[in-house]
């Protein structure tokens, strides 16, 4: 069971917009801007796309963003691209545990 | 061109031990915080371990507290993690990773390509 909540998949047409949200608690989301999101596809190294919430990296598309609200931090992935399909964490700093990763959330492109 | 490249995985029984080594380049390693993070089989990312950049502070999770150890040599650009009494819950796909938020643990921005490790009989 991990520290921080999300769904397990999401869908979406390409072009379409999803969001992908992740829960936590006071201790860790609610408590710190320390979000930072994840793409992964299988067999590679995952890669960094939102750090400190909303933070996009250099050489980050535009059509990942992030936002946070209360103890829930959320992804939104614009214009949907047969290429965004992968596995998305979240991870926050955690005052009880250092850092806690989400379970993980399958996007697959319809 | 940043690049961590993990090495020493592999087939352990139960029990045993394995090193895991993990070799920096392109990057600053001497002032760079770093972290092994793990994914089991059908299972979300796991945050393992941390090191600041001199190695004199280090946390681990609970769940390898005591079992692992983290450590690095700045002058070989290296990490490394001594992993000890291992069970079959430790079989996963072992990351290096550094902390690009220096110390506090908010974002890994360098990865590796992950060291496959196998715990069984």
């Known amino acids: 069971q991990s520290a921080l909540t999300q769904p397990a998949s999401v869908s979406g047409s390409p072009g379409q917009s999803i969001t992908v949200s992740c829960t936590g608690t006071?201790?860790?989301?609610?408590?710190?801007?320390?979000v930072s999101w994840y793409q992964h596809h299988p067999g590679k190294a995952p890669k960094l796309l939102i750090s400190d919430v909303s933070n996009r990296p250099s050489g980050v598309s535009d059509r990942f963003s992030g936002s946070k609200s209360g103890n829930t931090a959320s992804l939104t992935i614009s214009g949907l691209q047969a290429e965004d399909e992968a596995d998305y964490y979240c991870?926050?700093?955690?005052?009880?545990?250092?850092?806690?990763f989400g379970g993980g959330t399958k996007l697959t492109v319809l | 061109q940043v690049e961590l490249m993990e090495s020493g995985g592999g087939l352990v029984k139960p029990g045993g031990s394995l090193r895991l080594s993990c070799a920096a380049s392109g990057f600053d390693f001497s002032d760079s915080y770093m972290s092994w993070i793990r994914q089991a089989p059908g299972k979300g990312l796991e945050w393992l371990s941390f090191i600041s950049n001199s190695g004199t502070t280090i946390y681990y999770a609970d769940s390898v507290r005591g079992r692992f150890t983290i450590s690095r040599d700045n002058a070989e650009n290296s990490l490394w993690l001594q992993m000890n009494s291992l069970t079959v819950d430790d079989t996963a796909v072992y990351y290096c990773?550094?902390?690009?938020?220096?110390?506090?643990?908010?974002?890994?921005?360098?990865w590796g390509q992950g060291a496959q490790v196998t715990v069984s009989s």
């Open positions: 006071s201790s860790d989301i609610g408590g710190y801007d320390f």
């Open positions: 990773a550094r902390d690009g938020s220096y110390g506090e643990l908010a974002w890994f921005d360098y």
């Open positions: 991870t926050s700093y955690s005052k009880t545990f250092h850092v806690v």
